[in-house]
């Protein structure tokens, strides 16, 4: 496994994430009953990162205790999670006599498993088959069926207590061998697995694994969790009720990060700057520098949209390869003039992350309700009809687009003298005290044709 530490190069836990591993690991340590954890986050969120850190800490500081990571979606395909779990616990123990009595307690309590199944395939396969039984022959078999059934139902009871036996010798060898080295498994991607295969391994491990010194965490989203539960057992099971009999503890990892004072800082927010700073291709835009407009622009993107850190890097990406395109003298560099600079920014952000809306946009056919969710706004009429002098960059920007492609609209009605709408306004006065330098505002309309023009550029559709 990667030795990823929770400080990097530059000596700094950039999402203030250590102090939270720490309380993970003492809970883990404890004489709290704990097990099973869960820590939960949305897809992306940084949540495997952070458990390769947290076991990377937790072996450096308790070498008494045996910590194993378990990739459940990798396993998926074998359709056996308690094969899967068992093969990592054998791991830990060198060849020898009590790895052969683990493989030994394990076999019988597997084989049931596996013959459990087998059994109800047999049983749906003769039950297709009966289908097609000819009347006079389903009454001949009727007296053998009957002591089939007689026969099966007492083997069943056999296997079954036999299994129990089973059970319980497996279990007090998995607390022989945690006895002195406790064991913690980290199971992830649960929630990238299929629905039966995440429910039979919460099963199997409640009713298996139910062990002391074996301690287990899930590494998931607790939402795609509680899907499977409703695909496997019925929209009309409560998932959360169903999640409690299993779990102990849940929590989520920090989204937002303290800062000097009382000010705070998305986790996202702080990623996008490392990753520009960290771009050979876009680390001289000033995207990374707090003072700077681009920057303010794109937070308010990722406040907006609540963009994870894998939506962040994916973000950061576009924007690399909008600059490879079209070369920074006419990207989203700190010298570009600045109403452009935002709506470049914007046009990036739509291809990325809404692609409809962005063919809408290019089309000049835009749903305007549609359009300005992506930028988090939720009433168009009502931001039309108030004053627009308190609002912010972000806010203006998706209004000119929309002004740009709905002038005809309703919605923009001009008042008696003829003025332009206030949004029009706004955006001049914001910018138009750069004539006199290098900036240049945008005349009517060509807002949205700048951001039509990068489009074409991230659709290969410009016309060079």
């Known amino acids: ?42 897809w992306g969120t940084g949540k495997t990162e952070f ?17 194993v990571y378990v990739d459940a979606f990798q396993a998926d395909h074998a359709d056996a999670p308690l094969m899967t779990i068992l093969a990592e616990v054998l791991k830990l123990l060198p060849e020898g006599e009590q790895r052969q009595g683990l493989i030994q307690k394990a076999l019988p309590v597997a084989r049931y498993g596996l013959k459990t199944l087998l059994k109800a395939g047999a049983g749906h396969i003769l ?22 059934i007689d026969a099966a139902v007492e083997t069943a009871l056999k296997d079954h207590e036999k299994a129990k036996e089973s059970l319980m010798a497996l279990q007090t060898t998995l607390a022989d061998i945690a006895a002195d080295s406790p064991i913690v498994l980290f199971v992830d991607e649960l929630d990238r697995c299929r629905p039966d295969f995440a429910v039979q391994m919460l099963e199997v491990i409640k009713h298996t694994f139910d062990v002391a010194g074996v301690q287990f965490v899930f590494v998931t ?40 004072g009382r000010d705070k800082v ?5 990623h996008f700057t490392t990753l520009i700073g960290q771009s050979e291709v876009v680390d001289k835009s000033g995207l990374n520098q707090e003072r700077d407009g681009g920057f303010k622009f794109v937070k308010s993107l990722i ?30 560099e700190s010298q570009v003039h600045y109403p452009y600079r935002m709506l470049r920014l914007a046009a990036v952000y739509l291809h990325c992350f809404y692609p409809t809306v962005a063919r809408a946009v290019s089309r000049k056919n835009v749903d305007v309700n549609q359009f300005a969710a992506c ?42 003298d003829q003025e332009l709408n206030p949004w029009v306004n706004r955006f001049h006065d914001d910018w138009s005290g750069y004539r006199a330098t290098y900036w240049e505002v945008p005349d009517e309309g060509g807002c949205v044709e700048i951001v039509t023009d990068a489009l074409g550029h991230l659709s290969f559709n410009a016309n060079l």
């Not at 088959?129 to 007296?143: F, H, W």
């Not at 998305?266 to 702080?270: C, E, Y």
């Open 1 to 42: 496994m990667t030795q990823l530490q929770f400080k990097g190069e530059n000596g700094r836990d950039e999402f203030q994430r250590e102090a939270v591993a720490a309380k993970v690991i003492s809970l883990l340590t404890s004489t709290v009953e704990i097990s099973p954890m869960v820590i939960d986050g949305d």
């Open 51 to 67: 458990c390769h850190k947290l076991i990377n800490k937790f072996k450096a500081e308790h070498d008494n205790y045996q910590v």
């Open 127 to 148: 039950r297709q088959d009966a289908d097609d039984v000819a009347d006079g022959l389903e009454e001949q078999l009727k007296d053998a069926a009957n002591k089939a």
């Open 221 to 260: 989203n607790a939402t795609q969790l509680k899907a499977a539960i409703n695909h496997s057992y019925g929209q009309g099971v409560d998932a959360q009720r169903y999640l409690d009999k299993f779990l102990k503890f849940s929590f989520a990892l920090p989204e937002v990060l303290p800062l000097q």
């Open 266 to 270: 998305l986790a996202s927010t702080k």
């Open 303 to 332: 406040e907006v949209s609540s963009l994870s850190l894998r939506e962040t890097e994916t973000f950061v990406r576009h924007l690399e390869i909008y600059h490879t395109l079209i070369g920074s003298s006419n990207g989203v």
């Open 375 to 416: 930028f988090g706004i939720n009433d168009v009429r009502q931001l039309v009809n108030e004053a627009p002098q308190q609002r912010s960059a972000l806010q203006v920007i998706a209004m000119m687009v929309i002004w740009d492609c709905n002038r005809a609209s309703s919605l923009f009605a001009q008042t008696d």
